[in-house]
């Protein structure tokens, strides 16, 4: 059994989206991974199927309801679906490669995605939720947010990118950015490509990749080499 994402959104059509295309898009039609969503509309109350309600204790905006979620986890998730459960929300733990590579590793994820002002926190705990950041902003919902995480899970699952290799000396990877890439042509407005480069010696091109990795991670993330 492979990588099975099962998203739960108000806006499925935003699925597979960017995901559908390029390398993700041929490994989903080859089926390397599954991805599933789940309208959390189906499990609204009453008529009109509502999701949400006003915030106990007043205040702009909507919150989604908790017995609403939790009609749709359970459904998505039945007992025995050992998959993480994730809530993408600004108030997670942000999201990093070891992350990812935890996460390509395992069965696959269900992924709540917020909207609105977000979902009641009961729900967070009673379904055991860990909530996902990608970052230090604020979307209009988690749709785009689900997107990034499997983007960036999908291109390290095992058959997804052709050259295996060049998922392994990338920024983060080793604690550090990534060196400088060139490529043709040789001169390029009076900037040639570093001579080192082209010089046929493959211990001293590791040596220089390696010594401007260290150099501009020191001078960009000085917070990578601290680690
Ligand atoms: N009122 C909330 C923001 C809600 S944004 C607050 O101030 O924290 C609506 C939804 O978008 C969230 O429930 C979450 O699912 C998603 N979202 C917004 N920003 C995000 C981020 N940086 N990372 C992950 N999800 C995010």
């Known amino acids: 059994m492979g990588f099975r994402a099962t998203v739960l959104t108000l806006y499925p059509e935003m699925f597979p989206g960017p995901l559908g295309v390029s390398l993700a898009g041929r490994a989903l039609e080859r089926g ?3 991805l599933e969503t789940v309208q959390i509309r189906e499990f609204g109350v009453g008529r009109h199927r509502m999701v949400d309600d006003t915030p106990s204790g007043g205040g702009a905006g909507m919150v989604m309801r908790a017995d609403v979620l939790a009609a749709a986890i359970d459904h998505a998730a039945p007992e025995g679906d050992d998959r ?3 809530l993408m929300s600004p108030r997670g733990r942000p999201l990093d490669q070891r ?9 696959g994820a269900v992924i709540v995605c917020g909207r609105f002002e977000g979902v009641d926190e009961r729900v967070i705990a009673g379904r055991g939720l860990e909530e996902v950041s990608i970052g230090d902003y604020i979307l209009s919902g988690g749709e785009i ?3 990034v995480l499997l983007d960036a899970v999908v291109r ?3 058959g997804v990118m052709g050259n295996a290799l060049s998922g392994e000396a ?3 990877e080793a604690g550090l950015l990534e060196h400088p890439h060139y490529t043709r042509p040789a001169e390029w407005e009076g900037h040639p490509i570093p001579a080192v480069l082209t010089s046929g010696d493959h211990g001293a091109v590791e040596r220089w ?4 990795a260290e150099r501009i991670t020191a001078e960009r993330r000085p917070d990578l ?3």
């Open 32 to 34: 390397d991974f599954a």
């Open 84 to 86: 993480p459960r994730l």
């Open 99 to 107: 992350r990812v590579r935890d996460l390509a590793a395992g069965d």
């Open 145 to 147: 947010a689900a997107l």
């Open 156 to 158: 390290l699952l095992p």
């Open 170 to 172: 990338e920024s983060f």
């Open 209 to 212: 990749r390696r010594a401007e």
């Open 225 to 227: 080499l601290r680690r």
